[in-house]
C-alpha cells in the first residue's frame, strides 16, 4: 500500500483550511509547540530526540518526519535519533509487557 493514500502529503492549501477552521486553537497550539521546544533545562536537540522518540510510540507519521528533520538540524547525529527510535521501542514493548500484571490479575479472578 502506498503511504500517499493512507496518509495525504500535507500541503499549504490543506494547512489553510484547517486553519480556517479552528484558527484561534491553532494560534495557541503554535505558540505552546514554540514555547515547548526552545532552549531550556534541556537543550533543543535533546527536546527534539524526545519528540522523534515520542513519535514512534504514538505513530505518528508526520510527527516523525518532521522531528527526524527537527533533530537533525538542531545537531543529533543519525546515530543518535536512531537509539532514541530504539528507547521508544523499549518503552512500548515494556509496558505491553508491564500491563501483563493486569491480566494476570484478570486470570486469578476467573474460577
Known amino acids: 500500500m502506498e503511504t500517499e493514500n493512507l496518509y495525504p502529503a500535507?500541503?499549504?492549501?490543506?494547512?489553510?483550511?484547517?486553519?480556517?477552521?479552528?484558527?484561534k486553537n491553532l494560534e495557541a497550539w503554535r505558540n505552546f509547540s514554540k514555547t515547548v521546544?526552545?532552549?531550556?533545562?534541556?537543550?533543543?536537540?535533546?527536546?527534539?530526540?524526545?519528540?522523534v522518540a515520542v513519535a514512534h510510540v504514538t505513530q505518528c507519521p508526520y510527527c516523525i518526519r518532521s522531528h527526524s528533520?527537527?533533530?537533525m538540524r538542531k545537531g543529533a547525529s543519525k546515530e543518535e535519533i536512531m537509539e532514541a527510535?530504539?528507547?521508544?521501542?523499549?518503552?512500548?514493548?515494556?509496558?505491553?509487557?508491564?500491563?501483563?500484571?493486569i491480566a494476570m490479575d484478570e486470570m486469578e479472578k476467573v474460577v
Do not use: C, N
Request: aromatic share 6%; hydrophobic share 50%; proline share 2%.
Open 10 to 23: 500535507t500541503t499549504k492549501e490543506l494547512a489553510d483550511k484547517k486553519a480556517a477552521l479552528a484558527s
Open 37 to 51: 521546544f526552545e532552549e531550556g533545562a534541556l537543550p533543543e536537540k535533546t527536546k527534539q530526540l524526545i519528540a
Open 69 to 71: 528533520k527537527q533533530a
Open 85 to 101: 527510535i530504539w528507547v521508544a521501542a523499549e518503552m512500548r514493548a515494556g509496558a505491553a509487557y508491564a500491563h501483563a500484571t
